[in-house]
């Protein structure tokens, strides 16, 4: 049975640990192929564990983390994330950020994609000061050859929750694959969603 719960900026600390553990596992695969860096991942996760209004959606199998999906307000994000919108001229305090939604394999195809995405954009419009959600996403070559036999790009499911894919919107972020000498840079693209605030 998986239980799934929600915590808010430091409440996520115990679980720290499991969450880089289960970040680098996931991203180890297409289309991120990350080899990993402890350092990073506690630097990164604490971004996200400083700001009061983060939210953190835990998947639980029993005391196992298996799934994580993260929010913050943009506002709260690293400067990486907030030039793309700068530099389009949206507000920062308009739009909750949405991190990563990683789960391990063997549990997907169950609902729980949706859950994360439900859980986050719930919880940005509880907050009621928030226009727009947004994510990025890694840029890769559909020719790659390194891409895993089978892999189903998400574009689908994102579109289908409503969120429209930005032309004009990217980042780029330093980090090394699996048999690189060094890390390297990433492109990765925007989708946004306007945040329907209900009546």
Known sequence: MIDVKTFRGAQVEPYLDAVAALRIAVFRDWPYLYAGDRGYEKQYLATYAKSPESLFVLAFDGERVIGASTGIP???E????QKPFRDRGIALGDVF???E???LG???GHGLGHRFFDEREGYARSLGRFALTAFCAVERDAGDP???VGH???D???LKRGYARQDDMFCELDWQEIGAAQASIHRLRFWLRTLVKLA
């Open 101 to 103: 939604s990683v789960l």
């Open 156 to 158: 689908a499911f994102w």
């Open 146 to 148: 390194r891409r895993s």
């Open 78 to 81: 690293t400067p990486a994330f």
């Open 152 to 154: 189903r790009d998400n």
């Open 106 to 108: 063997e549990y997907r």
């Open 74 to 76: 943009l506002s709260d």
């Open 97 to 99: 950020y949405f991190g």
